[in-house]
Protein backbone atom coordinates (compact mmCIF):
# COMPACT_ATOMS: atom_id res chain seq x y z
CA UNK A 1 0.00 0.00 0.00
CA UNK A 2 2.75 2.31 1.15
CA UNK A 3 4.69 1.45 -2.49
CA UNK A 4 1.22 2.83 -4.31
CA UNK A 5 1.03 5.64 -2.23
CA UNK A 6 4.13 7.53 -2.13
CA UNK A 7 4.25 7.48 -6.30
CA UNK A 8 0.33 9.11 -5.98
CA UNK A 9 1.42 12.04 -3.04
CA UNK A 10 4.64 12.93 -4.98
CA UNK A 11 2.46 13.19 -8.05
CA UNK A 12 -0.28 15.18 -6.08
CA UNK A 13 2.80 17.28 -4.43
CA UNK A 14 3.89 17.94 -8.40
CA UNK A 15 0.44 19.00 -9.68
CA UNK A 16 0.07 21.25 -6.58
CA UNK A 17 3.31 22.88 -7.34
CA UNK A 18 2.54 23.15 -10.95
CA UNK A 19 -0.56 24.68 -9.84
CA UNK A 20 0.73 27.00 -7.49
CA UNK A 21 3.37 28.40 -9.87
CA UNK A 22 1.18 28.74 -13.66
CA UNK A 23 -2.60 28.81 -12.71
CA UNK A 24 -3.00 29.83 -9.49
CA UNK A 25 -2.48 33.77 -9.84
CA UNK A 26 -5.34 33.87 -12.93
CA UNK A 27 -7.70 31.84 -10.34
CA UNK A 28 -7.04 34.39 -7.91
CA UNK A 29 -7.40 37.13 -10.11
CA UNK A 30 -11.19 35.31 -11.26
CA UNK A 31 -12.92 34.16 -8.15
CA UNK A 32 -11.01 36.08 -5.57
CA UNK A 33 -10.06 39.16 -6.56
CA UNK A 34 -10.83 40.33 -3.16
CA UNK A 35 -7.32 39.54 -2.30
CA UNK A 36 -6.44 42.75 -4.23
CA UNK A 37 -7.91 44.45 -1.05
CA UNK A 38 -5.28 43.79 0.88
CA UNK A 39 -2.62 43.51 -2.02
CA UNK A 40 -2.97 47.54 -1.81
CA UNK A 41 -2.54 48.21 1.39
CA UNK A 42 0.61 50.14 1.46
CA UNK A 43 3.79 48.36 3.20
CA UNK A 44 4.24 51.05 5.87
CA UNK A 45 0.75 51.17 6.93
CA UNK A 46 0.30 51.24 10.67
CA UNK A 47 -3.32 51.75 11.14
CA UNK A 48 -6.28 49.84 9.22
CA UNK A 49 -9.95 50.55 9.42
CA UNK A 50 -12.23 47.54 8.21
CA UNK A 51 -15.42 49.02 6.71
CA UNK A 52 -18.25 48.03 5.28
CA UNK A 53 -20.69 49.72 2.62
CA UNK A 54 -20.97 52.02 5.72
CA UNK A 55 -17.98 53.53 5.21
CA UNK A 56 -18.30 54.75 1.54
CA UNK A 57 -21.84 55.73 1.47
CA UNK A 58 -23.18 59.27 1.40
CA UNK A 59 -26.43 61.45 0.75
CA UNK A 60 -26.44 63.32 -2.09
CA UNK A 61 -26.73 66.47 0.39
CA UNK A 62 -23.73 65.47 2.33
CA UNK A 63 -21.17 68.57 2.50
CA UNK A 64 -18.55 65.80 3.21
CA UNK A 65 -18.36 63.39 1.22
CA UNK A 66 -15.24 61.37 2.58
CA UNK A 67 -15.21 57.90 4.27
CA UNK A 68 -15.77 56.99 7.73
CA UNK A 69 -11.85 55.84 7.54
CA UNK A 70 -11.05 59.57 6.33
CA UNK A 71 -12.61 61.32 9.08
CA UNK A 72 -11.02 58.84 11.65
CA UNK A 73 -7.88 59.10 10.29
CA UNK A 74 -7.91 62.49 10.73
CA UNK A 75 -7.28 62.29 14.83
CA UNK A 76 -4.26 60.74 13.97
CA UNK A 77 -2.22 62.84 11.02
CA UNK A 78 1.09 61.31 12.34
CA UNK A 79 0.11 57.42 11.61
CA UNK A 80 -0.18 56.00 8.06
CA UNK A 81 -3.93 55.20 8.03
CA UNK A 82 -5.85 52.68 5.48
CA UNK A 83 -9.12 51.24 4.92
CA UNK A 84 -9.98 47.95 3.80
CA UNK A 85 -13.47 48.71 2.65
CA UNK A 86 -15.64 45.59 1.47
CA UNK A 87 -20.03 46.19 0.80
CA UNK A 88 -21.54 42.84 2.96
CA UNK A 89 -18.54 41.79 4.40
CA UNK A 90 -18.27 40.57 8.05
CA UNK A 91 -16.44 39.63 10.73
CA UNK A 92 -15.42 36.11 9.06
CA UNK A 93 -14.66 37.99 5.75
CA UNK A 94 -12.06 40.27 7.24
CA UNK A 95 -10.53 37.44 9.25
CA UNK A 96 -9.41 35.64 6.41
CA UNK A 97 -8.34 38.59 4.18
CA UNK A 98 -5.96 39.76 7.59
CA UNK A 99 -4.35 36.22 7.66
CA UNK A 100 -2.66 37.47 3.98
CA UNK A 101 -1.56 40.47 5.00
CA UNK A 102 2.48 39.93 4.56
CA UNK A 103 4.40 39.06 7.87
CA UNK A 104 6.88 42.47 7.03
CA UNK A 105 3.72 44.99 7.39
CA UNK A 106 4.01 47.43 9.99
CA UNK A 107 0.29 46.82 10.92
CA UNK A 108 -0.07 47.86 14.52
CA UNK A 109 -3.75 48.63 15.02
CA UNK A 110 -6.25 47.11 13.52
CA UNK A 111 -10.35 49.02 13.65
CA UNK A 112 -13.03 46.52 13.84
CA UNK A 113 -16.44 48.61 12.87
CA UNK A 114 -19.48 46.87 13.83
CA UNK A 115 -23.14 47.81 11.69
CA UNK A 116 -26.14 47.43 14.42
CA UNK A 117 -28.22 46.23 11.15
CA UNK A 118 -25.51 43.44 10.16
CA UNK A 119 -27.05 41.69 13.30
CA UNK A 120 -30.42 41.01 11.97
CA UNK A 121 -31.56 37.93 10.48
CA UNK A 122 -31.84 38.91 6.64
CA UNK A 123 -28.18 40.12 6.67
CA UNK A 124 -26.75 37.04 8.23
CA UNK A 125 -28.47 35.25 5.50
CA UNK A 126 -28.51 37.84 2.69
CA UNK A 127 -28.21 36.47 -0.97
CA UNK A 128 -25.08 38.43 -1.29
CA UNK A 129 -23.59 35.39 1.22
CA UNK A 130 -22.90 32.84 -1.33
CA UNK A 131 -20.30 35.15 -3.19
CA UNK A 132 -19.21 36.26 -0.49
CA UNK A 133 -17.87 32.71 0.49
CA UNK A 134 -17.00 31.44 -3.01
CA UNK A 135 -14.46 34.72 -3.16
CA UNK A 136 -13.06 33.36 -0.13
CA UNK A 137 -12.30 29.88 -1.09
CA UNK A 138 -8.72 29.96 -2.85
CA UNK A 139 -7.48 32.33 0.32
CA UNK A 140 -8.21 29.36 2.68
CA UNK A 141 -5.18 27.95 4.57
CA UNK A 142 -5.11 24.71 2.61
CA UNK A 143 -2.74 23.88 -0.39
CA UNK A 144 -3.93 25.87 -3.76
CA UNK A 145 -4.56 23.01 -5.39
CA UNK A 146 -6.69 21.66 -2.59
CA UNK A 147 -8.00 24.86 -2.75
CA UNK A 148 -9.14 24.91 -6.47
CA UNK A 149 -11.09 20.87 -6.10
CA UNK A 150 -12.88 22.91 -3.05
CA UNK A 151 -13.74 25.60 -5.24
CA UNK A 152 -14.86 23.23 -8.34
CA UNK A 153 -17.08 20.86 -6.33
CA UNK A 154 -18.65 24.25 -4.68
CA UNK A 155 -17.53 23.25 -1.53
CA UNK A 156 -18.35 26.59 0.54
CA UNK A 157 -21.77 27.97 1.59
CA UNK A 158 -24.08 27.82 -1.28
CA UNK A 159 -27.79 29.00 -1.43
CA UNK A 160 -30.50 30.37 -3.77
CA UNK A 161 -31.93 33.49 -2.74
CA UNK A 162 -35.91 31.44 -1.70
CA UNK A 163 -33.27 29.02 0.92
CA UNK A 164 -31.89 32.26 2.38
CA UNK A 165 -35.50 34.26 2.63
CA UNK A 166 -36.17 30.49 4.06
CA UNK A 167 -33.68 30.87 6.51
CA UNK A 168 -34.02 34.73 7.75
CA UNK A 169 -37.86 33.48 8.13
CA UNK A 170 -36.99 30.64 10.60
CA UNK A 171 -34.66 32.85 12.55
CA UNK A 172 -37.64 35.16 13.08
CA UNK A 173 -39.57 32.51 14.89
CA UNK A 174 -36.59 31.24 16.43
CA UNK A 175 -34.60 33.61 18.64
CA UNK A 176 -36.71 34.58 21.13
CA UNK A 177 -37.17 37.77 22.87
CA UNK A 178 -35.27 37.91 26.62
CA UNK A 179 -36.14 40.64 28.36
CA UNK A 180 -36.14 41.58 32.54
CA UNK A 181 -39.90 42.61 32.04
CA UNK A 182 -42.75 41.48 30.88
CA UNK A 183 -42.80 42.46 26.81
CA UNK A 184 -46.06 41.04 24.85
CA UNK A 185 -44.40 39.43 21.60
CA UNK A 186 -41.82 35.68 21.63
CA UNK A 187 -40.23 36.72 18.27
CA UNK A 188 -39.90 39.64 15.40
CA UNK A 189 -42.34 36.98 13.64
CA UNK A 190 -44.98 37.84 16.16
CA UNK A 191 -44.39 41.57 16.93
CA UNK A 192 -44.01 41.93 13.27
CA UNK A 193 -47.17 40.60 12.52
CA UNK A 194 -49.09 42.41 15.35
CA UNK A 195 -47.65 45.45 14.27
CA UNK A 196 -49.23 44.86 10.67
CA UNK A 197 -52.48 43.90 11.90
CA UNK A 198 -52.39 46.66 14.69
CA UNK A 199 -51.03 49.36 12.99
CA UNK A 200 -49.53 52.74 13.98
CA UNK A 201 -52.77 55.81 14.11
CA UNK A 202 -52.27 59.32 12.78
CA UNK A 203 -54.02 62.19 14.96
CA UNK A 204 -56.90 61.37 13.47
CA UNK A 205 -56.90 57.80 15.41
CA UNK A 206 -56.82 56.18 11.27
CA UNK A 207 -53.96 54.14 11.07
CA UNK A 208 -51.30 55.33 9.15
CA UNK A 209 -49.97 52.92 6.32
CA UNK A 210 -46.71 54.42 5.73
CA UNK A 211 -45.74 54.51 9.24
CA UNK A 212 -46.69 51.02 9.79
CA UNK A 213 -44.89 49.76 6.96
CA UNK A 214 -41.63 51.44 7.98
CA UNK A 215 -42.94 50.53 12.26
CA UNK A 216 -42.39 46.65 10.77
CA UNK A 217 -39.31 47.35 8.48
CA UNK A 218 -37.26 48.63 11.86
CA UNK A 219 -38.76 45.75 13.78
CA UNK A 220 -37.55 43.08 11.20
CA UNK A 221 -34.34 45.39 10.64
CA UNK A 222 -33.35 45.80 14.49
CA UNK A 223 -35.51 42.93 16.55
CA UNK A 224 -33.01 41.58 17.81
CA UNK A 225 -30.83 40.93 21.02
CA UNK A 226 -26.66 40.06 20.72
CA UNK A 227 -25.42 37.07 22.56
CA UNK A 228 -21.68 37.94 23.00
CA UNK A 229 -21.23 34.43 24.13
CA UNK A 230 -22.07 32.50 21.73
CA UNK A 231 -22.86 34.69 18.24
CA UNK A 232 -20.50 33.54 15.43
CA UNK A 233 -19.20 37.23 15.61
CA UNK A 234 -17.41 37.24 19.53
CA UNK A 235 -15.51 33.76 17.61
CA UNK A 236 -14.36 35.79 14.87
CA UNK A 237 -13.48 38.33 16.77
CA UNK A 238 -11.22 36.61 19.03
CA UNK A 239 -9.58 35.20 16.32
CA UNK A 240 -8.95 38.25 14.73
CA UNK A 241 -7.44 39.29 18.14
CA UNK A 242 -5.30 35.91 18.01
CA UNK A 243 -4.29 36.48 14.71
CA UNK A 244 -3.06 39.92 15.12
CA UNK A 245 -0.93 38.30 18.30
CA UNK A 246 0.66 35.86 16.41
CA UNK A 247 1.65 38.73 14.13
CA UNK A 248 3.75 40.86 17.10
CA UNK A 249 4.80 38.05 18.27
CA UNK A 250 6.53 36.73 14.98
CA UNK A 251 8.35 40.39 14.69
Given at each position: MAIKLVPLLVLLLL?????????F???????SSIIKLVRDIPPDARVIYLGESSNNTVRGDD??????????ADYYPGLAF????KPAAHAEIFKVLLAHVPDESELETVIVTLTLRSFNAQWIHSPLETALQKSLVLLRP????VNRFLLSFKAYDIKDSEERTR???KQWERDKFHFPYDFPHDNVR???RWMAQTGIMNDSGEVDREQTILACHYIKAYGFQIDTLSTRLERELMEIQMFLSGVKERR
Open positions: INLLYTRFFEKDLQKYLDKRKISDFTYDLTYPPLDFQEWD
